[in-house]
């Protein structure tokens, strides 16, 4: 078999032989991986979504345990007033959730499978109340322990937690102009964070401690 000598053959032949060899298939360039922006909820009881990173504004919404969100874009982590960590989402709501207290194991995980966020869900229809409110509410009588959420102070109602803390265990929380009942031997105690506030223990509805600023006596 002779082999093909390409200097013998006329330049015009050589052009139409070298068009009808079949051209290289470009890769397409593969685009870039997705960021990673869903999150999964680990909190048990679920978070509120705050209109900014701070416990004491309007809730425009929440997120039940499990459920997933996803972080904005630019999200970046935000102590907010209460000392605890907060970060921007903007599905199933735009606004900021909780992640917890720095250096604790935070209320998120990364969501399983996919990097790609999970789709939006419909948003919480605003509450009047912090977190979720204590599902049931005890009658508590006038006395000298009884007191009412103020709702002009505290329009969006109190929170109950474990300890005389902003960042510690959320334990139910109580609606404006709701009441609680202080313990029997009450006393004031100021917040260990520095923060211009008081607390008390209180045994209803639930047992824990409440921000004194935002309470009057029943009437």
């Known amino acids: 078999m002779k082999l093909l000598n390409l200097w013998t053959i006329?330049?015009?032949l050589l052009s139409v032989m070298m068009s009808s060899v079949p051209k290289a298939i470009a890769t397409p360039l593969t685009q870039a991986e997705p960021l990673d922006l869903c999150r999964r909820v680990t909190?048990?009881?679920?978070?509120?979504?705050?209109?900014?990173?701070?416990?004491?504004?309007?809730?425009?919404?929440?997120v039940d345990p499990n459920a997933t969100v996803t972080l904005a874009p630019d999200a970046e982590p935000i102590v907010g007033s209460d000392g605890r960590i907060w970060i921007k989402i903007t599905a199933p709501v735009e606004g900021f959730i909780s992640n917890g207290p720095p250096n604790s194991g935070g209320n998120l995980a990364y969501c399983s499978g996919s990097a790609r966020?999970?789709?939006?869900?419909?948003?919480?229809?605003?509450?009047?109340?912090?977190?979720?409110?204590v599902t049931?509410?005890?009658e508590i009588p006038n006395g000298q322990f009884c007191r009412q959420?103020?709702?002009?102070?505290?329009?969006?109602?109190?929170?109950?937690?474990?300890?005389?803390s902003g960042p510690s265990q959320y334990l139910g929380?109580?609606?404006?102009?709701?009441?609680?009942?202080?313990?029997?031997?009450y006393e004031?105690?100021?917040?260990p964070g520095g923060i211009q506030r008081s607390w008390?223990?209180?045994?209803?509805?639930?047992?824990?401690?409440?921000?004194?600023?935002?309470?009057?006596?029943?009437?």
């Open 173 to 185: 929380g109580v609606p404006a102009n709701g009441r609680v009942q202080l313990i029997e031997d």
């Open 43 to 62: 909190e048990r009881r679920g978070l509120a979504v705050h209109r900014t990173p701070d416990p004491s504004q309007t809730q425009i919404g929440g």
């Open 188 to 191: 004031y105690i100021p917040d």
């Open 200 to 219: 008390v223990e209180i045994e209803a509805p639930i047992k824990g401690f409440v921000s004194v600023n935002s309470l009057i006596r029943c009437f």
């Open 149 to 164: 959420v103020n709702g002009l102070v505290t329009p969006q109602g109190l929170a109950i937690r474990s300890a005389v």
């Open 117 to 133: 966020p999970s789709p939006p869900t419909p948003a919480t229809p605003p509450t009047s109340t912090t977190q979720s409110p």
């Open 136 to 138: 049931e509410t005890p």
């Open 10 to 12: 006329p330049i015009a």
